[in-house]
């Protein structure tokens, strides 16, 4: 089992998920801009490097969760997602943690989704569909809609540096489309959604990967029968199994 996880952004949707379901068998640790009851805290602004480091002591293992998901304010994503997110692995090699665990997000090949078949299945036209479609994979060239998708891309580059420059192994999950609500509210997330709990199955596959598991890239997604993102990569690798499908709410 991994040692203390450091938990980002603890306090959004897909941080209290986590927390809910890691809790049970690892320590946590998080790092918010506000305090959090009932669990080790630290308070920072993730932009402020020396504010944020001492988060990072200890850690086995970085879950990094914060961002600004906005698309209009630049300011915001520059401040968060690209400055942020450089400062959290920055943080984590001057620690010598083992392992970062990064939310990337689907919005990195959204682009994808104006062409065909994507944008009938994200439409809901499966009358339109042939039987099957190619799947987009962690080789499909990225094609961000949006500052945030483009910051998540350049986040998955940074990730891909550190695993090369240091001793550090880094997993980016494209996440889908997690949700307070946990089940699918609109046409294009039968294809995209992504439940709490196959999300946190993901997150405990990757902490409990082998060190020797030293850079990817996996698809955070259920089982969804209209998916096009593919999940069999981290089936195959570390031993993924959703456990629900966007279907069983029809």
């Not at 959090?36 to 308070?43: K, M």
């Not at 200890?58 to 400055?83: K, P, Y």
């Not at 439409?123 to 042939?130: Q, T, V």
């Amino acid at each position: 089992m991994a040692g203390k996880l450091l938990i980002t952004g603890m306090t959004g949707v897909i941080g209290t998920a986590l927390r809910e379901r890691l809790e049970v068998d690892y320590e946590l640790r998080a790092l918010n801009r506000r305090q959090l009851d009932g669990v080790d805290c630290h308070s920072a602004d993730i932009a402020d490097l020396e504010a944020m480091a001492p988060a990072f002591d200890g850690i086995d293992t970085v879950v990094h969760m914060a961002a600004h998901s906005g698309e209009t304010e630049f300011d915001q994503i520059l401040h968060h997602n690209v400055i942020g997110t450089y400062n959290v692995f920055e943080a984590a090699r001057r620690a010598g943690c083992r392992r970062v665990i990064a939310a990337s997000s689907g919005a990195v090949v959204t682009g994808w989704e104006r062409e065909t078949p994507y944008a009938e299945i994200v439409a809901g036209h499966y009358n339109e569909l042939p039987a099957s479609w190619p799947m987009l994979n962690h080789e499909t060239p990225v094609r961000p809609a949006g500052l945030y998708g483009c910051s998540k891309a350049w986040m998955e580059a940074l990730g891909r540096h550190f695993s090369d420059a240091t001793d550090m192994s880094v997993i980016c999950l494209r996440i889908g489309r997690v949700m307070e609500e946990d089940q699918p509210q609109e046409s294009r997330h039968w294809a995209v959604w992504c439940s709490r709990r196959d999300l946190a199955g993901l997150v405990r596959c990757c902490i409990e990967a082998p060190d020797e598991l030293r850079f990817e890239i996996f698809y955070a997604l259920s089982d969804n029968r209209w998916g096009f993102r593919d999940i069999e990569r981290a089936r195959e690798l570390i031993g993924y199994q959703p456990q629900d499908r966007a279907e069983d709410h029809r």
